[in-house]
Structure formats: C-alpha cells, structure tokens
C-alpha cells in the first residue's frame, strides 16, 4: 500500500494521462489522486462509455461484480479527475501527441483482440471468438450487428476451459428466461431465445486437474437447472504429476473435486440441454460443414497426452497421433485475450505484452532504461490474466514506480494537460464524452431496462451512443 502522499516539488500540477477506462485505468486514477494531491488525472477511452471490462466483459448474470462501478464512479467525480469518452488513442490521439501534453501517461487499455490457433479452417462462418461473442451480449457498439447463428445448429463446442469459457458456455445454456432480467443486450437476448443449441461441449487440451476456470465458477455451472452432465470418469484418473499439481494449488484441487463430483452423477438428469466437459483434445483443423458452404460442421481433434515440462510442475499436452471428430455448428474459440500495440510504444509480440519493469515501459532502443513518464497497468502490463481486484494491486505497483520516479520528471517544464488535450481534440473535431454525457446514457439506459424488469437496457450503437450527446 502506497501510505505516503507525495507534492510535485513546484506549483505545477503533475498532469496524468491514463489510457483506458477499465478497472485497471479507474484503480490507477484513483490511486494516483490519493497519492498526489497536485496530480490532475484525464482518463481517456476510445468508448464514449466507461469501465471498460467491467461493462463489455462481466457476464449479464454476474450483477454482484459490476458493483464495482459505484467506486470507479466516485473516482470519475473527483474535481482533479475527468473523462474523455470517444477518444481513441491512434486515431483520434497519437502517443507521441499524449507524451508531449502530459508528464505521465498511464496506459490501461486492456487486450481488445484474441490469440489464435492458426490451424486450417479457422476462417468458416460460425468459428468466432469467445470476446466475440462476449461483446456481443455485453451489447459493446463494434459487435451488435455481429452475425451469429444459433438456429441452424443443436451443438457448440467451446475450445478452452477457463473462466470466460465458463461464461460463454453457460450464457448458450442458460434459460433465456432468467437472463431477461439482467443487463444483457436485448439483441442476443432474443437471439438466445431462439436459439436451438442443446449441447455445449467445453474442450480442454489438458485434463481435469489443469482446467484453468475456478471453483465459484464451475460450480455455477454445474447448478444450472435441468442440465445433464457428462464427464468420463477415465478423464479423472490421476497420474503422480497430476497428484503433485493438486497438491501444491488448492483451486486445482477444488475444481478436480467439483469435476469428480459432478462425474458421479454424469447422464442422472433429464433435461433437455446438455454440457460435455472434454479433456485432453487439440484442436487440429476446422472442418467444413457437408450442407452449409463456407460454415463450420465440426472439429477435428487430436487425443492428447501430458508430459511434464521440468522441474517446473507444468505439465504440457502432446500429441498421440490418435484423432476424433466432434460435429458442430457453432465455435468459440476461449484460449485467450490479446492486447493490440500502437505506434511508438514498445511491445512483445510473442508474449503480447508491453515489456516493463513493475509498470514502467521498458525503452526499445535500450533495454536498460525506461521510458520517460510511459507506465502500463492491467492486461497490457501483465497479459489477459486475474480478475477484477488484481487490477488494484497492479495499479498500487504501476504508481509505486510514478512515485518513485516523480522527483525525476521535469515539472518545471510546462505540459499543458487537460488543457493541451482540449485543444487538440476541438483542432481535430472530436466529439468527446465527459461523465456527465455517461451519466446520459447511463439514465437513458437505466430507464428503457426499468420498463423491461432489466437494470438497464444498453445503448448497444455507435448511432445510438453518439446521439445522446
Ligand atoms: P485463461 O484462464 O487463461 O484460459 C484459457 C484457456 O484456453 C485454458 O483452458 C487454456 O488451456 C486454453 N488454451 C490456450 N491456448 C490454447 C490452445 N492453443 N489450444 C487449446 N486450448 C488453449 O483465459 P480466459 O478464460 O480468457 O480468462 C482470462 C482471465 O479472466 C482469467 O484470469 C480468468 O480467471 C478471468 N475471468 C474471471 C472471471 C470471473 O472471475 N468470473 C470471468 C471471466 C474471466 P491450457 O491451460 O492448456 O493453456
């Protein structure tokens, strides 16, 4: 915890730039106004709304986590604190431009991308990513004309079994009924209404002791009403390693139990919907549906074996050279988030991170020496891992480091701030959003989902959004 408060050594404020109005954006403004009292922090999104993850990525069904609101509100209402909605760093405001107006630039803008299997087919209609999707019902502006069919087709296979993998799985199978009163997107929720999927398998390339979702969040799943199970009880033999991994992480442990639990009563229910846990299955190639030109019929998987990877108690799936096929229509892909670079900003493409040392940017040209003023924060700084409060204590470490570095940057010399960046985005025309004009959206929203029984009804277009300024 950052106790100590710290005053720029001149009369000039300390201008703060944070890039992305997720949690890790809104966790590093509100640490950098307590520990600065002349800090004056702009929070830029390309979004006119904010909150990033918390608003476009939490599950409709999960209202409890959206809480969290509340606080990052308080923080946007500080009088040292604003926010520029519909400003995109890269097209409407280069980083050079931003490093130029202010002393320290935050980014937080998440990963707003995917990693890829790059295997043959991946490119036929109905293989989406599992983001996708998510933006999908979370009514973000860029996917809510998305095409999704969930008509043609009574299975999906969902590759991955972490966390959002969980989500998208249990968004497909739960009763439309019950997501009606959440925030969901009325778009998927009448989608989902007409959906005709019945089977949901969850493939992972390695077994049930290496699932990477967590207990609360499993058993979420496994609760769903008038679900059958399936789950091989010959997936569930442990091996040695598999003991020694359980034994030294207890959500491993509790998601095998939960697993194994739910095994023993695999096929006792009689409901119509169904959900397959699958282990130890690559994903090979995307095959083509034999009726539905260009639209995916199914995946061909290879059957996998673990190998232990070193002293380091990981163990990683390989190939046996033995194959089955799962017919499906519909696939979404969950292996992962990925974050996207700008121009002039040094990053690791293999890892899809920007390389730093406990938030500060790592210079391209000398490995040696940070960035001035350049910061990262959340899933930019650390890759698309650990939920919602990690962010906090990332945050507490990316100001840390301002802190530390703060009597080294030149206050003496003037950066305009918020006041450079109004110029710049009336000279470019941008029509940005403050708070207030959320505050809009956020009543107009609030007011259509009370007519429904919904807490709100998103604004779910950019025409949409745009008009309410
Ligand atoms: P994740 O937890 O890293 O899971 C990724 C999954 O994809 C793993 O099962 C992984 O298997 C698999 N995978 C990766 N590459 C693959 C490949 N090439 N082929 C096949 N499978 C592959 O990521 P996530 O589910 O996107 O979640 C991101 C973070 O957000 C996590 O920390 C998660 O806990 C968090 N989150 C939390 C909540 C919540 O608290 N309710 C909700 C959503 C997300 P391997 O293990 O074999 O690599």
Redesign the pocket.
Known sequence: MIARKFTSATSQSLRVCVVGSGPAGFYTAEKMLKAHEGAEVDIIDRLPTPFGLVRSGVAPD?PE?KIVINQFSRVAHNERCSFFGNVSLGSSISLSELRQIYHVVVLAYGAESD?V?GIKGEELKGVHSAREFVWWYNGHPDFSNMTLDLKNTDTAIV???????L?VARILLRSPTELATTDIASHALDALRESSIRKVYLV???GPV???C?AK?LREILAIKDLNINIKEADLVKTSADEEEMKNNRIRKRVFELLSKASSTSGQTSGQRELDFTFFR??DKFLESDHRNGYVGGVHFEKTTLKGNGDSGYQI?TGTGEYEDIKCGLVLK????KSIPVDGLPFDHSKGVVPNIKGRVISSYDVSEAEDGLYVCGWLKRG????IATNLYDAEETVASIYEDVSKIELTSRKPGREGLLELLESKKIKFFTFDDWKKIDFEEKRVGSLKGKPREKLTTWKDLLQVK
């Open positions: 999960h986590t990693r299997l590759l991955g079994q972490g966390n959002v993998a989500d992972g390339r390695r290496q699932a990477a967590t969040e690559k994903p799936a969950s292996i992962g988030y698309p891992t650990g939920i």
